[in-house]
């Protein structure tokens, strides 16, 4: 029987139906990367008519296996109801499984809906947590939200030193709203916080490409 590479291999030369024809059997097997795979193809519409409801089912199906990928994209489904009745309730429930398996962009998705009230009681305390664990994961967006909670004292005591850390990183790679409230931010530091933060600022790694809960 042909192997989930073997339908990597045909998805990369866009041969999506050879690509669903082989995906298809490993999901009957119990494969959850498969079953996410399969959402991808039906997501996006690649070889079939596009359809969030089949989209959906097959990530719910890969994320009860384990697939993490798969359940971020059930909780942001969930949060706009595309494919499935909109649960904000679900949609954190599913964001907290993958954020706890380490996945960043879970993790910054989960973080706003903490800090936002989306399906939950707002806990700002927490939020910071998770937009922590992800920027220090190189995660832009979250070092964006972090930055601008501690410029602004949100849930943290102001710190400018720490602002100026996350927001510098994020500007380096152009995040807008962090390269706006990181000028903004110069503009009240002290020549001793700027050259106590330039000097302990590093460059941070990357990870793009988050599919985003609407706030």
Not at 26 to 50: C, F, I, M, P, T
Not at 87 to 94: G, H, L, Q
Not at 136 to 143: P, T
């Amino acid at each position: 029987m042909a192997s989930l590479a073997d339908g990597e291999a045909a998805f990369l030369r866009r041969d999506y139906d050879a690509a669903r024809a082989i995906w298809e059997p490993l999901v009957k097997q119990g494969h959850a990367d498969a079953g996410a795979w399969l959402g991808s193809l039906y997501a996006n519409g690649l070889g079939v008519e596009r359809d969030s409801a089949m989209a959906f089912r097959y990530y719910l199906l890969a994320a009860e296996r384990g697939n993490v990928m798969a359940a971020n994209n059930v909780a942001v489904m969930y949060s706009r109801g595309d494919g499935t009745e909109m649960n904000p309730e679900r949609a954190c429930y599913w964001l907290r499984t993958a954020a706890e398996q380490g996945d960043g962009f879970a993790q910054y998705n989960y973080a706003v809906a903490l800090t936002s009230g989306i399906g939950m009681e707002i806990d700002l305390a927490a939020g910071i947590v998770w937009f922590r664990k992800a920027a220090e994961a190189g995660h832009y967006l979250s070092q964006a939200r972090l930055g601008s909670l501690y410029a602004q004292g949100v849930g943290v005591a102001v710190d400018r030193i720490e602002a100026f850390r996350w927001l510098s990183s994020a500007s380096r790679h152009g995040v807008t709203r962090a390269e706006t409230e990181l000028q903004a931010l110069l503009g009240v530091m002290s020549e001793e916080e700027k050259a106590i933060a330039t000097a302990s600022a590093g460059i941070l790694s990357k990870r793009e490409g988050t599919p985003e809960l609407a706030v």
